[in-house]
């Protein structure tokens, strides 16, 4: 079935360095990835999204390249700040899926100023 | 444009007690419908999900239930909480099987 796991946390850095949050997925069909931002106290929110290899979704200064050939799906941004803190959840979704997302377990992410 | 609503934001409950959370979206038709806890500190567990006005498919066999009278209206319940219950529950929505889901704001249940 399919899957998804990223690493585990917690994550911390200094404001302005660089962030890699690393996801590789388990899928049957040609998923959708998704990256999400949980801020404390609050819902999920929709980061970023890839439908097919190759592309690359991006937001707020976050990155993310869906690879088909690693099936890896990894979050990056070039200098974080300490409003980045929160909790990134990596997920899929596919066609042959019965409509369920499948998310990651969460990266949690301090950055200190 | 889209919205979810979930509430209470916050709720105490004693063990025992019954259970009702509501969620409702706007802005969009026949949407899938989710309800995830989330324990503390812990990743989503998927409790229930619809495709549609009284299509219910559960996940976890425990002693919650879901219903959805309405399109855009969905409900958790149960009639006599366990401590195990505590956690933080989502409601969310999506478009289709392969689209991004939208998450409501949660509601924190503690159970006494």
């Known amino acids: 079935g399919n899957s998804v796991t990223q690493m585990e946390g917690p994550v911390t850095l200094s404001e302005e360095a660089f962030l890699t949050i690393n996801c590789t997925y388990t899928?049957?069909?040609?998923?959708?990835l998704f990256w999400y931002v949980q801020y404390p106290g609050e819902g999920l929110q929709l980061l970023l999204k890839?439908?097919?290899?190759?592309d690359k979704g991006s937001n707020k200064g976050f990155e993310a390249t869906y690879r088909k050939e690693t099936t890896s799906f990894h979050l990056e941004k070039g200098s974080v700040q300490v409003s980045d803190s929160a909790v990134y959840f990596c997920?899929?979704?596919?066609?042959?899926?019965?409509?369920?997302?499948?998310f990651g377990a969460g990266t949690r992410l301090f950055v200190k100023a | 444009s889209q919205t979810i609503h979930q509430w209470p934001a916050t709720l105490v409950q004693p063990v025992g007690s019954p259970l009702s959370l509501e969620c409702t979206v706007e802005?969009?038709?026949?949407?899938?419908l989710y309800w995830y806890r989330q324990a503390a500190g812990r990743g989503l567990q998927l409790l229930f999900y619809?495709?549609?006005?009284?299509?219910i498919s559960s996940e976890v066999p425990q002693n919650l239930s879901a219903s959805r009278p309405q399109d855009r209206q969905f409900i958790l319940s149960s009639k006599k909480l366990l401590l195990s219950d505590s956690g933080f529950y989502l409601c969310?929505?999506?478009?289709?099987?392969?689209?991004?889901?939208?998450f409501g704001d949660g509601t924190r249940l503690s159970i006494l």
């Open positions: 619809s495709v549609g006005i009284g299509q």
């Open positions: 890839a439908t097919k290899a190759d």
């Open positions: 802005g969009t038709s026949n949407p899938n």
């Open positions: 899928a049957t069909g040609y998923p959708s």
């Open positions: 969310a929505w999506s478009g289709g099987d392969d689209q991004p889901q939208h």
């Open positions: 997920a899929l979704s596919d066609r042959g899926g019965g409509f369920k997302t499948i």
